[in-house]
């Protein structure tokens, strides 16, 4: 039987073999899901206006930015979700916040969660698909709000 002394230092070395032998296949395989839509804009036509999910990155962590298109404005309303990421790619959408066309922050208590299924350049939400655009409504938004 292994001394007290002898014990640790075993402990020691399997924890360091831990700490750096082991990658996690989920940080890795989420990071790709995020890099494919980080900092990009998908749309939706198929109402009013339109409708859009953004994705960007905040000090506070993952973020998508769900807007609401205007008719004779750009914007009608956004929507801040916190986003998590499964082990199977899809994205959890937990509101945070709701900003009005004039930044006004109205907090709110939480809807249930929206799942988001990102595939082959697609998202879909509720079974409503959203593909990506080049133009971006929410840059545009924030650029225009930053100039007033």
Known sequence: MLGGDAMKRLLIVFLVLMLFGCESDLDEYTSDVWDEIVDKEFSN???????????????????????NYGSGVLVVGLVYHKVTILEDGSLVLSQIEIETPDGEVILESPVSDAIIIYKDGILVMNEIEFSQTDFSHYEQFIEGFKKE
């Open 45 to 67: 036509y198929d109402v009013w206006a339109g409708q859009g999910v953004y994705f960007l990155e905040t000090e506070d962590g993952l973020r998508c930015v769900y807007i």
